[in-house]
């Protein structure tokens, strides 16, 4: 059981006891009569053939408080997209999967294309920001939760627990993010361990407690791809197309909404997703592009926020975080040796060079271009520029579903 | 014998010379056709470009004619279904007008009436086209004011407005088009004055009390809040 201690400057809602399933369904059926949900999964055809989907289809079978669910399916051909549609066809209620490689869809990204306006590259991004479209030009569901589609350990109390805060009237959360524990017979999620909290830290200590990095620093796991959200943060926050996804999310929260408004859930006991390879010589891909990717939205955003940086604060930074990274391993190996889990000590000092050749690759980055952005244009400003969009859209996506 | 032969050759010579009289307007014919299509071909590049460069689609989408489009599920971009229309136009009318070069009494009837019906097709198209973009703005406006107004049925309102709307210029055009223009006027007169019946039957029951207050200039009523009172916290 988890103590219930609070973190930072968002609300931590952790898991206490043992609490019930019915009873937060029950409520959450309630309460989303008023504040409908919606459902995003961002999905490629090839996780449908994999263990994971199967089991989150027949659990979101099972949920009776949201509305629609829209599978962005990514990675398919024609063929690929109708067996989809059949496979999703047991879930009682409405479900719309957009076609990303259907020629309506590719129309409309040509639409934006036109018009100067760049979604960005294929990936969980785009995808999550073209289903945020659909849901507002929709116009039912007032609440948007989304979570990844290779959950092996999906269960549907994660999507209740993650949907909750949002959904309950006196709650009134605009924004929560999932955490839960990344553990097997050994500890994972290396990038989050070894690079997001020893870089935050390094860099709190260096901009003297800026506070977006305070707010980062309160997420226990900033790189969750699970969040819930209003429909009307869809609408204003901007969102990176590549790796930055989840930091450059979290940081278009700190930037549009008080942190009093944003909580964090514990949604579930463990987590076992596919892995990463590290691809230490290789950074454009693996952990290592995730790495620079990541490291390049929080130096952007802290420039944006006007620090102010130079060559001689990106060699400080290499070195801090080195010496903070390697304090952070030998608490992890205690951590590891008190539950009787393996740790590979080298493993993990290797990360964690390969993580610092990624914050100077990403300091040379942002030295190069430090305008460049990998930011989506919010809904505002599409609709702003293509009036007709998300009309356009919803019958793109429609068709496709008839 | 001999006059079995002229009795054969006779038709012939008769068809070998319609043949030739009829062969240079069948050529003329293959000229316009080929030149018409030629042109239609240069027009339809030449205009592409043109388009490209004024940001024609860029344009469309902004004023909603995409929108439009893509309503009808029509999914190719604006230029190019402008750029085809156009280039369709130009073969027709250089078949029709190749067509006349035959000078045969039914085709030029048939290419006369072509042409004489043209202006009411582009017509029709026009008033369609306006119709959308006036119906657009008018519904819009509709939604703004009721919004405005606190009124809870304001999207409904908006659509009303805008279903009617397009209703009277489908009519419009259909009467362009002359298309049985009897029985789509009357059509459209029943249609548009049953509605009109039917939400002044209804606002006279339901609203009468409403419509003695706004005869009458009266304001509502206040409400039950008392000064004072904390209304939130």
């Known amino acids: 059981m988890a103590d219930f201690y609070q973190t930072g400057t968002i609300t931590t809602l952790h898991r206490l006891g043992k609490p019930s399933l019915e009873r937060i369904e029950a409520e959450l059926n309630e309460y989303s009569k008023t504040r409908p949900v919606a459902l995003v999964l961002p999905a490629l055809y090839s996780e449908f053939e994999g263990k994971a989907m199967p089991k989150i289809i027949e659990e979101l079978a099972k949920v009776t408080y949201i509305n629609k669910i829209i599978l962005v399916l990514a990675k398919a051909s024609e063929k690929e997209f109708v067996r989809v549609k059949e496979l999703m066809s047991p879930i009682p209620y409405d479900v719309k999967v957009v076609h990303n490689d259907g020629k309506r869809i590719k129309e409309i990204y040509n639409t934006f294309s036109r018009n100067d306006l760049d979604p960005g590259a294929d990936g969980k991004g785009r995808s999550a920001w073209l289903a945020y479209g659909y849901v507002i030009a929709d116009g039912v569901c007032d609440v948007i939760a989304l979570h990844d589609c290779d959950i092996l350990t999906y269960s549907r109390e994660m999507l209740a627990r993650l949907c909750y805060p949002v959904v309950h009237p006196n709650l009134d959360y605009v924004f929560c993010k999932g955490f839960y524990s990344r553990v097997t017979d050994k500890m994972h999620g290396r990038v989050t361990r070894l690079l997001i909290t020893p870089l935050v830290r390094c860099l709190r200590t260096l901009t003297e407690n800026h506070p977006f990095l305070v707010f980062l620093d309160s997420f226990r796991y900033p790189l969750a791809g699970e969040f819930c959200m209003t429909t009307d943060m869809a609408r204003v926050n901007r969102i990176p197309w590549d790796w930055g996804l989840e930091v450059g999310a979290l940081a278009e929260v700190y930037r549009n909404y008080s942190p009093r408004r944003i909580c964090q859930a514990d949604i579930m006991d463990t987590y076992e997703h596919k892995h990463q390879i590290l691809s230490a010589e290789d950074p454009a891909k693996g952990l290592m592009k995730m790495t620079v990717d990541i490291c390049k939205s929080i130096f952007r955003t802290l420039a944006s926020e006007g620090v102010v940086f130079s060559d001689g604060f990106f060699k400080t930074l290499q070195v801090a975080y080195l010496r903070m990274a390697e304090d952070t391993i030998m608490k992890f190996e205690a951590d590891a040796a008190i539950n009787g889990l393996t740790f590979d000590r080298h493993e993990e000092a290797k990360a964690v060079e390969a993580f610092t050749n990624g914050i100077g690759m990403a300091a040379q980055a942002f030295f190069e271009n430090p305008m460049g952005s990998a930011l989506i244009p919010n809904w505002n400003r599409v609709t702003s520029a293509i009036p007709g969009i998300l009309d356009m859209l919803k019958k793109a996506v429609d068709e496709d579903n008839r | 014998m001999e006059g079995f032969i002229d009795l054969v050759m006779e038709p012939i010579k008769e068809v070998f010379i319609k043949f ?169 007169t029943i249609i548009f004055g049953g509605i009109v019946i039917a939400l002044a039957i209804s606002f006279g029951i339901a609203g009468i009390e409403t419509a003695k207050k706004i005869i009458e200039g009266k304001e509502a009523e206040p409400g039950n809040d008392k000064k004072g009172d904390v209304e939130h916290i």
């Open chain 2, 20 to 188: 030739r009289l009829f062969l240079p307007n069948f050529l003329a014919m293959l000229t316009i056709v080929v030149l018409g299509l030629f042109l239609a071909w240069i027009t339809k590049k030449i205009l592409s470009k043109v388009l490209n460069v004024l940001r024609f689609d860029s344009w469309c989408d902004k004023t909603s004619i995409t929108a439009m489009m893509r309503k009808g599920d029509i999914w190719t971009k604006p230029s190019d279904v402008l750029v085809s229309a156009i280039f369709w136009l130009f073969t027709i009318v250089s078949v029709m007008v190749g067509f006349s070069a035959l000078n045969i009494h039914a085709i030029n009837n048939l290419v006369t009436q072509f042409f004489l019906y043209l202006p009411s097709a582009l017509s029709a198209v026009l008033i369609l086209l306006i119709g959308y973009m006036v119906s657009g703005f008018l519904s819009r406006a509709a939604l703004i004011a009721a919004v405005n107004g606190g009124l809870s049925y304001a999207k409904f309102l908006a659509n009303a407005v805008r279903l009617l709307l397009a209703v009277l210029f489908f009519a419009m055009a259909l009467e362009q088009l002359n298309v049985a223009p009897n029985i789509v006027v009357s059509a459209f």
